[in-house]
Structure formats: C-alpha cells, structure tokens
C-alpha cells in the first residue's frame, strides 16, 4: 500500500504540472493545445542533449533548457495559434501539426533509439519500509512547491487579476484596462513552462523517445475533462485520481498496464455520468484558481 501511494503521488504530481499547464490555455484562450505534452518531450529531450551530449551539469541545463521552451511555447503562440485562435478546429489540428513536426525534428536529431537522463540525486530513502528514490521524492517537492507558487500567482498578483478576469470574460476585462492578448500569451507563456517544470522532474525516471509525447498527451486529456475543462483545482483533483487508477493497475493488474488509458477513460465516462460538466465542470470561475 505504501508503494502505491508513493507511485501515485509522483505520478499525480507529474500529471496535474502537465494538465494545469492545459487548462490554464483553455480556460483563458479557449484553446485546445494538443501540443502540449510536446513541449514537455523537447524539454526532455533538451535535457539530454545538454547534459549526456555537452556534458553539461544539471544546473545550466535546466536554465538554458526552460527558458528555451517557455519562449518556443510563446512564440508558437503568438504566430500559429492565436490569428486561428476563433478556429477551435483550425487549432487542434495547428496544435497536432506543431506536436508532429517537434516529434520528427527530435526523430531526425536523436534517432528512435530509447534515451535516458542520469539520476539528479541517487540514492533511496527507507519510509515506512519502503524504499522511496531521492529522485521521487525531489518530484514530490519540486510539484508541491510549483502548485504553491502558481496558487499564489493567480490569486496574489495583478498578473493573476488579469489572468481570472480574462478567463471570467475577455471583453469585460478588456473595458477595465487589461490587456487581453498579451495576458494570453504570459498565460501561454506559464503554462509551456508548466510542461518544462515537469519534464524537468521526470526526465531521470521516465524513458526518452520521440513519440513520448503522445501517452501523457492522453492522460492530461482525460485529467482535465474529469476534473471540468477550465477548472485548475478539478485538474488537481483529476490528475491524482487518474494517477491512483493507474497505479494500481501497473502494480496490482500488472497483466492488464498496456489498457491504463482504456481504464483511465472508464473513470472519466463514469464521472462524466453523475456530473457531465466534470468534478469542478462551471466554465472557469474564481474559485477555481
């Protein structure tokens, strides 16, 4: 039981960095950013180059890595999705294209071949006789101390006034003096940095290969339509229920892992039942940040 729970805290953690990051876009742009699991791959893969390739230490590869992504998810942004930002179907398939076209590029550069990140800081720790990897529980820091500062973020700063407002209502917050475009970009901005954050903290746990992007693209899908498209909080919620249901079929229905998605997206269906608009399915309202 132990172990479960310690799998799926990590494994929650890394699923709600990634599906905040989601619904922050959607629920201030209305945009559907299927690239954005993505932008988590490049920063993985980012990370190995610098340090495996360049032999950079983990430091500098991380402050040129994150920066570097944070500014592509911007500058994909401004000049691919938002002047079909009012085409919901133009940006999925905008979105696929650009996840596609990082998925070759990562495929020309690296090959096929599987890759890995050295551990930051090997070693274990012996938790309730349980062996906890430094690494897992260095994640579990670094998701709880992400989550504090975005909190803080929305609900402490005029940043985050702007980024609520424009959500509640864009022409409304427009009337008050915000600036709506370039709110949405800073949150575009947030939420690509989001990705890197976490691929940051799994890149030592997770295998590298240039189609990594699509399974956690999945899961963030089903995370943020249980949780209520929008809603950060449901999304927290949603990424450590999806996270619990995975767990426990990789360690106790070992024989049945290749259908997580399937059973992942039985829980969603069964939620969707008893509230169709998800555990927190109000269109983005304040509580939700």
Known sequence: MELVIILTLVRGGIYTLLAIGFSLIYGNARVINLAHTAFFMVAIYGLYYFTRQLGLGIIPAIAITLPAVTLLGI??????????????????????????????????????????????????????GVRVLNQHLLTLGVVVAVIIIVRLILTKTKLGVAVR?????AEVASLMGISVPRTL????????????????????????????????LVMVMVIV???????????????????????????????YIYLTTVFATVVMAVVLVVRPGGLFGVMFEEEKL
């Open 75 to 128: 500058l994909a942004y401004r000049f691919l999705i938002n002047p079909i930002r009012m085409h919901p179907g133009a940006v999925l398939l905008m979105t696929v294209a650009l996840a596609m076209v990082f998925e070759e590029l990562m495929l020309e550069f690296f090959t096929s071949q599987y890759q890995s990140v050295y551990s930051y800081i090997p070693g274990y720790q012996e938790i309730l």
């Open 165 to 169: 407002a424009t959500a509640d209502d």
């Open 185 to 216: 970009m800073i949150t575009m901005g947030i939420a690509t940095a989001l990705a890197g954050v976490a691929a940051i903290t799994v890149a030592p746990l997770w295998t590298i290969y240039p189609n990594m992007w699509t399974p956690p």
């Open 225 to 255: 339509v249980l949780g209520g498209l929008g809603s950060v909080k449901g999304s927290i919620i949603g990424a450590f229920i999806i996270a619990l249901v995975e767990t426990l079929i990789i360690t106790q229905l070992s024989r």
